[in-house]
C-alpha cells in the first residue's frame, strides 16, 4: 500500500457510481417508458453523476497535495 491507494479507490468509486448511473438511467431510456420513468430514470443519472464527480473532485483534490 502506498500513499496513492486512497486516491486510487476514489476513482474505483467514481467508477463504480458511473457504472450504476448507466443502470439507474436505463428505465428513462426504454421504448415504453413513460414520462414519470423518465423522469425518475433521469433523476438517478444525475444523482449518481453528482457522486461521482465529487469523488472525482475529492481524488483531484487528494493528489494535488501529494509531492
Keep these: 500500500m502506498d500513499e496513492l491507494d486512497p486516491i486510487r479507490e476514489l476513482v474505483v468509486e467514481a ?4 457504472e450504476q448511473a448507466l443502470v439507474d438511467g436505463l428505465s428513462a431510456q426504454a421504448p415504453r417508458s413513460g ?3 423518465i423522469k ?27 509531492s
Design 15 to 18: 467508477m463504480a457510481e458511473l
Design 35 to 37: 414520462k414519470q420513468d
Design 40 to 66: 425518475l430514470g433521469l433523476a438517478a443519472l444525475k444523482r449518481r453523476i453528482e457522486v461521482a464527480s465529487r469523488k472525482v473532485e475529492e481524488a483531484e483534490r487528494r493528489l494535488s497535495d501529494v
